[in-house]
């Protein structure tokens, strides 16, 4: 035999000389000897003493601030039977030492539960024969969790193949914490946990079989062990399944918060000690699934064009900075756009604020339906509200909306928009929100009479030439006169006063309270703190469901007929025939008030005949024109202009006309029942925007389950055949998804680099978050000081001049001293008693309830 594999010196003799206190091998020593005898003249095991062949790589899973444990052997010291053994004869020894028979195959976790783990004695550990890798942690990862403790992977050994041989696995209290002495440390240290535990599982390959077996193993710990009650709790227990995880990611859809998933769960589980996890880990779940994007705006920009895939018309836009970050996101679906080309003549644009973690301002661009419900034609988020920004928005607005281009728009008054709408719009009816100019008046005219007036002339239906007088009225009684405010909204009357906008088509808006509405909605579902991806999905998401209110309002009007209140009987229901619900309910109390009017004159001209209307015990009078070759009517209120319904004066002239039903020149149809019917054929599949399908397929597949586990569980015969066939099942759909996801993390891959060069946007500071440093109040808030050093930008938790104790944490005692001597700094004399006497009580408090 070569000298280098004399017995003192090889392998064998080494390990035969190791001390392994409490430390048991699998294998009786007599038959480790002769294992051991025989591979010493292979050319194998020649290489592994050699070094050639196997290594330690230091790949230590989930073992964050390793140090080497205490008591567990060098794994540079191997056994030798973890290299290429021999090639012998495998049938007399499935596991050295023992034939195929005395083992126990562990092929699924079936098996694993077999096991009473309180009682498993070290005879059937030494007979154990594992699957593959897994099987074998999940068994100590079991046991572990019966008697009170948690495992960590430790030490892996591979070949020069890279090929796993042999895993080790520890307690989760092996080894030590290392000592840190950093004086930067903010944060106060974690509990300590490691205590050189000694307790250990190591399994290697048997490569004739490719099956696992036990080496050694260490049950003694050298700290105490948790009940079971409590063990569970323990990290390594602590494990949220792939059905946990898909269902937390609905719940996230579906905006609901951490804490009462965490409710829903336990609520499932029949109380919070069966749920597995806490409610950390749905936290951790949700910010792993954040960061499943490299770039949260490519991450924004590969969600919208794979919906770009799926429907061809819908339109993405974005533009970047100089520095090549997001600048400004602009999108508009095939839906809004088939929208838009029936009621995209009247628009109403609005930005909100503090909806994203950019804190960048979110613009929709909106309208109503023929139920006269909000709908959304565009969204976009832009990094700021200049001139240029909202002419590039409206510029893209008439790109995806094929150069048409909208009736009117309302919008809150913002110079930035009102100039953009000049130039790319210059022949839009533009009105300012009445809302917003009333909150306006507020800060410039304090007395609420005068509130008063401007809100009667803003939304009063007066004629032009009595709104001038009534202007001038009110300027004269409260002397506003010199007020600037008031005359600057004198020249803009043009855009707010309902006298001098009679006749433009609004659809009876004069306010962005629908835009308002709509952004509470989208709040409950983000915040300032959601990142873009994720903004955008939860955006398209709740989209969904405010188009879904349309189908539920198109039942409504289609389902049963309206309740006649008239005794126009015939009038009433062609109007119920032709509108939607909700108009018709707008034009049956226009009918009602047909009873107050009468027709008492009628003038015969050329081509249209004038009636003239009044209202009982009033001096009210308007004129409606008919024209009998085109069956159409005009009011000098202009109510059909303005809303697109007939007015009550038009209606009394079809009364005293004998009108047995509305003409079609008084039914326009954005309002009617028909209104989507040339659109409803180009529709897209609403499903394509989120899971559902996929939720459905998994509730079914759990409920088709749960039925067949009732069935089945009482007979064993059944049992043992089902779960041979989904044991069967589940490996066979395992393998064809894990084939599947290496083509579709290719595709990923190529799809990152078509956005590789675009960054993630800047925090902005917009228009609408409000003044720095005022409060309520307008009065200026004082600036907020670290007690510690007097500095401004953090407090005496972060601040870095804390002084440290041995374990780097300041003493109640340092701490009242220091935050004294900081506030004698940063303050003035003034009220120091009071101060200090208000700290000292403060700090005692809090060291009392520390103790």
């Not at 009225?473 to 006298?499: C, G, H, P, Q």
């Not at 002084?803 to 935050?819: D, H, I, L, Y």
């Amino acid at each position: 035999m070569d000298a280098s594999f004399s017995p003192s010196g090889s392998p064998h003799a080494r390990l035969k000389s190791q001390s392994f206190p409490g430390l048991l091998f699998c294998f009786p020593q007599k038959d480790l000897d002769a294992i051991m005898s025989e591979l010493e003249t292979t050319d194998n095991f020649r290489s592994f003493v050699n070094g050639d062949g196997a290594n330690d790589d230091g790949d230590y899973e989930n073992d964050d601030n390793y140090q080497d444990d205490v008591g567990v052997q060098d794994e540079e010291e191997v056994d030798s039977e973890l290299q290429n053994e021999d090639d012998g004869d495998y049938d007399e020894f499935w596991i050295p030492g023992l034939s195929k028979e005395e083992c126990i195959s562990i092929d699924n976790m079936v098996d694993i539960r077999q096991f009473d783990m309180k009682e498993i004695s070290n005879e059937v550990v030494r007979r154990l024969d594992f699957g593959d890798l897994e099987l074998a942690y999940q068994l100590y990862c079991w046991y572990a969790k019966m008697s009170g403790f948690s495992v960590r992977k430790s030490h892996i050994v591979r070949n020069s193949f890279m090929e796993t041989l042999q895993q080790t696995f520890v307690c989760s209290c092996a080894g030590y914490r290392k000592v840190t002495t950093s004086d930067t440390r903010i944060r106060k240290e974690k509990k300590e946990s490691k205590c050189g535990c000694e307790a250990m599982f190591r399994v290697h390959v048997h490569f004739s079989t490719d099956r696992w077996h036990v080496t050694c193993w260490n049950f003694e710990h050298n700290h105490v062990l948790l009940d079971l009650k409590l063990s569970c709790l323990l990290a390594g227990h602590r494990k949220m399944s792939a059905s946990d995880i898909m269902q937390v990611e609905n719940y996230r859809k579906v905006g609901i918060r951490p804490p009462h998933m965490y409710a829903a769960f336990a609520n499932q589980c029949g109380g919070y000690e069966n749920v597995g996890f806490i409610r950390k880990d749905i936290y951790n779940e949700e910010g792993r699934i954040r960061r499943q994007h490299s770039s949260d705006a490519r991450g924004a920009l590969k969600y919208l064009y794979d919906l770009r895939k799926k429907e061809p018309m819908m339109y993405v836009s974005c533009t970047t900075d100089e520095e090549s970050r997001l600048q400004r996101l602009f999108w508009s679906d095939t839906e809004s756009q088939l929208l838009y080309q029936v009621f995209g003549d009247i628009l109403a644009f609005d930005a909100t604020y503090k909806k994203n973690k950019y804190l960048c301002p979110f613009v929709v661009f909106s309208g109503v339906n023929h139920h006269n419900q909000t709908i959304v034609f565009v969204a976009a988020i832009v990094t700021d509200e200049t001139e240029e920004t909202y002419v590039w928005l409206l510029e893209q607005l008439l790109v995806a909306m094929k150069g048409k281009a909208p009736y009117s728009i309302i919008t809150d008054g913002d110079l930035a928009m009102r100039n953009a709408i000049t130039r790319v719009m210059p022949g839009v009816s533009h009105r300012l929100c009445a809302w917003h100019l009333l909150r306006n008046a507020l800060s410039h005219v304090r007395d609420k009479h005068v509130l008063k007036w401007l809100k009667k002339l803003m939304l009063g239906d007066f004629e032009v030439v009595e709104f001038e007088e009534k202007w001038k009225e009110m300027v004269a009684t409260f002397e506003l006169e010199d007020n600037s405010w008031i005359a600057e909204l004198y020249e803009r009357r043009m855009k707010w006063s309902t006298a001098h906008l009679r006749g433009h088509f609004f659809a009876g808006i004069r306010t962005t309270s629908r835009c308002e509405a709509f952004h509470a909605h989208v709040a409950k579902y983000v915040h300032s703190r959601t990142n873009l991806t994720d903004f955008v999905e939860q955006f398209q998401r709740y989209l969904t469901y405010f188009r879904y209110r349309a189908v539920v309002a198109d039942y409504s009007s289609t389902y049963g007929k309206e309740v006649l209140q008239t005794n126009l009987r015939s009038l009433e229901r062609s109007g119920d025939e032709l509108f939607t619900k909700e108009m018709f309910q707008l034009f049956q109390s226009y009918l009602c008030r047909t009873i107050k009017l009468r027709v008492v004159d009628c003038k015969e001209m050329a081509t249209f005949s004038v009636f003239t209307v009044v209202k009982y015990c009033s001096g009210s009078v308007w004129c409606v024109s008919h024209c009998p070759s085109t069956v159409e009517f005009t009011c000098t209120c202009m109510r059909m202009q303005s809303i697109g319904l007939p007015c009550d004066h038009i209606l009394a002239v079809l009364v005293s006309l004998n009108f047995m039903e509305l003409p079609s020149s008084l039914v326009l149809n954005r309002w009617s029942k028909l209104a989507t019917e040339q659109i409803k054929d180009k529709y897209p599949d609403s499903a394509m925007y989120w899971d559902s399908q996929l939720m459905a397929r998994y509730a079914t597949l759990v409920e088709v389950s749960r039925e067949v586990c009732e069935a089945a569980y009482r007979d064993e015969e059944e049992y043992d055949k089902m779960l041979h066939f989904l044991s069967n099942e589940a490996t066979r759909l395992k393998s064809k998804q894990n084939n599947k996801h290496c083509v579709d993390d290719n595709q990923t891959h190529q799809q990152d680099d078509d956005f590789a060069g675009i960054l993630d946007l800047v925090v902005v500071r917009s228009k609408g978050c409000g003044q720095v440093g005022m409060d309520e109040s307008g009065r200026q808030r004082r600036i907020q000081k670290c007690w510690q050093c007097g500095g401004i930008g953090h407090n005496k938790r972060s601040c870095t001049n804390r002084p440290r104790n041995v374990n780097g944490c300041m003493s109640s005692t340092e701490q009242t001293n220091t935050m004294l001597q900081a506030t004698h700094e940063s303050y003035s004399e003034v009220g120091w008693t009071t101060l200090v006497s208000r700290t000292r009580t403060s700090y005692e408090e809090e060291e009392g309830e520390a103790r």
